[in-house]
């Protein structure tokens, strides 16, 4: 890891790119300038990228130590912590924007985590892989056996994913709290996305991986 | 190497000549203690490296610990060893003098230059002894804030420091949180805990218990109390280690002997090691600052003053906070510094917290930790874009 590195020097530092296609998006979707917090930062990547050319007030949580340590490294403001147990600390309208991307699937309580994203931020942004896509169905049906989309190959007794779900399933979730959708998108394999129309059938086979933005009202 | 120095009582007016600077404080006005007593005008010793910016933005204030010093970096004069703190403060370093003007204070009780109980109370011509009022975290840091006012800083860039350094940046960013940009209180805690209140008294009464202690009148009576502070400092200095850290260096391993002597010397390695610990610490500290000190830090209790919530303390702080702890410090372990996280997260304050694996202890603040030195590096880089610091 770059030890000593410069974070956040818009003059000197080149444009960084984002290698994921879903913090890509969700950095075209943040307001220039506003509070950002980035829960499961991982290397800080999103943040990195967002204070450099957005000049954005960026905060992390991570889980890994490791990852933590070389954001701080890097000059960005993270904290080791837990979605599951530290968001409670955080007062309400405390951020425009929370961020949880490709990490919902490894809380305990989701349902929790996500009542807490649409406290602390105005916005809460979410991105997950859809386990509703064709290619999933057809390997459960055809091998029987448990999918390991974006696992990483990680077999089922081993992975941190425990609560996996579908486009159709966020959505439902997030009737039951009572939240806003105020844009939703789905994302191809290829990193094409198209808008989603109120989850539909389509785009719960076709989509690979799903952005929402949520509100409270 | 420099000359030694000796600070025994023996040696008369011992911070007369003490290299670094001093600064006569609290002149027109005595400054208020938080005992309700006053004192002053009281003396400042401390040392400085590296070059104050025109628009003076670069300062930063290091906070040393219960024994520490204002020899950060240069060589201290009563030991003749390197600054306490070389390895993080230099040029180049994580604290790079080169970029930054780095302040270290003898804190306010201390016995290397500062006004504590060994100075002579003007009021009697004779050492302060146990009339010297009682110090607090909150006094130290006041004073500090009298030298900065002396110097003409108005804002620190950074105010870093571990262990009892830790809670004087904390108090230093709660009380005067425009005076602070950025702020690193390392391997400490927002209270002192009943664990560490113990360890304390046991030291405190080990140098009560000695003879030569005079109720603290030892040095009128040309008397030491070495042996009850060496105790003490043995005691404390196995809190400042870890039990893997001792089995590593020491194990059962004998001192200089094939076989146990069926007697009281110092059969094992670690007991010479602790001897030796006590008998060099006492040739450079006072008993009497030493159970002033460990006072000031068993008071201290940043939530107590905001009716026991201790994220009242930061409410609408803009500092920068990087908090860093050690798997393996037991003395202030890694929950006390997560304590501080969830208070200044609700408040939404702009904070990191990094927790360094190691298993060196409490001490690990003062060793070459890599980890921990590129995180102090890359937080301070971060915050000087952020304060619009030049690069080097």
């Not at chain 1, 929790?112 to 999933?136: D, P, Q």
């Not at chain 2, 929950?335 to 969830?342: D, G, K, L, N, Q």
């Amino acid at each position: 890891m770059n030890a000593g590195g410069i974070g956040i020097d818009p003059q000197t530092a080149a444009a960084p790119v984002l290698a994921r296609r879903d913090l890509e998006i969700i950095a075209n979707m943040v307001d220039d300038g506003s509070r950002v917090l980035d829960i499961g930062c991982g290397n800080g990547a999103l943040l990195d990228y967002l204070g450099r050319n957005k000049g954005v007030d960026g905060r992390g949580i991570e889980l890994s130590q490791a990852g933590v340590n070389a954001c701080v490294a890097n000059g960005l403001s993270v904290i080791q912590g837990d979605a599951d147990t530290d968001l409670e600390h955080y007062p309400d309208d405390a951020f425009d924007y929370v961020v949880l991307t490709r990490t919902l699937q490894a809380t305990r309580n989701p349902r929790e985590v996500v009542s807490h994203l649409v406290r602390i931020g105005r916005h809460a942004i979410v991105s997950f892989t859809n386990f509703g896509h064709w290619r999933v169905r057809l390997e459960m049906m055809f091998d029987g056996r448990m999918p390991v989309v974006g696992d990483e190959g990680a077999s089922w007794y081993d992975t941190p994913n425990i609560h996996l779900c579908t486009i159709r399933d966020f959505s439902t979730l997030c009737d039951d709290l009572g939240l806003t959708v105020q844009r939703a998108l789905s994302l191809s394999r290829s990193g094409a996305s198209r808008k989603l129309k109120s989850a539909g059938a389509a785009a719960n086979i076709r989509g690979e991986e799903a952005i929402f933005v949520l509100t409270r009202e | 190497m420099t000359a030694t120095r000796d600070i025994s009582p023996a040696s008369g007016d011992a911070n007369a000549g003490l290299p670094g600077l001093q600064a006569e404080l609290a002149r027109d006005e005595p400054m208020r203690l938080d005992s309700g007593e006053t004192i002053g005008p009281f003396t400042a010793a401390y040392t400085t490296c590296g070059e104050l910016s025109a628009d003076k933005s670069n300062a930063v204030l290091v906070c040393h610990a219960l024994t520490g010093d204002q020899y950060v970096l240069e060589n201290n004069p009563v030991t003749g060893k390197p600054g306490w703190w070389e390895l993080m403060v230099g040029p180049g370093k994580p604290l790079d003098t080169e970029r930054y003007f780095v302040i270290c204070v003898n804190v306010l009780g201390g016995c290397l230059g500062s006004t504590g109980p060994r100075d002579v109370n003007p009021e009697t011509g004779e050492p302060w002894g146990l009339d010297f009022p009682v110090i607090t975290i909150g006094d130290m840091v006041r004073a500090q804030a009298l030298l900065l006012d002396h110097l003409g800083i108005d804002q620190l860039f950074c105010v870093i420091g571990g262990s009892m350094g830790a809670m004087q940046v904390l108090e230093w960013a709660s009380r005067y949180p425009d005076r602070v940009f950025s702020a690193v209180p390392i391997a400490g805690a927002a209270r002192h805990s009943a664990q560490n209140i113990a360890f304390h008294e046991v030291g405190r009464q080990a140098i009560m218990a000695d003879p030569d202690w005079r109720k603290g009148n030892y040095l009128r009576e040309g008397v030491n109390p070495k042996g009850g502070l060496s105790v003490a400092r043995m005691a404390a200095h196995i809190t400042y280690l870890s039990e893997t850290a001792l089995h590593r260096k020491f194990g059962r391993r004998l001192q200089a002997r094939d076989a146990v002597s069926f007697g009281f010397d110092a059969d094992f390695q670690v007991e010479s090691y602790l001897r030796h610990q006590g008998s060099t610490f006492v040739e450079r500290f006072d008993a009497n600052s030493y159970l002033y000190i460990t006072r000031a830090m068993d008071y201290f209790d940043l939530a107590a003053e905001h009716d026991g919530v201790l994220a009242g303390a930061f409410e609408g702080t803009a500092v920068r906070f990087c908090i860093i702890s050690f798997t393996s410090d037991w003395l202030f372990p890694t929950e006390e510094s997560r304590e501080i996280v969830r208070a200044l997260n609700a408040v939404a304050a702009n904070v990191s917290f990094v927790e360094i694996d190691t298993d060196k202890g409490h001490d690990a603040f003062l060793l070459d930790e890599p980890e921990f030195h590129a995180t102090v590096s890359g937080f301070l880089e971060g915050a000087a874009v952020h304060r619009g610091l030049a690069s080097k």
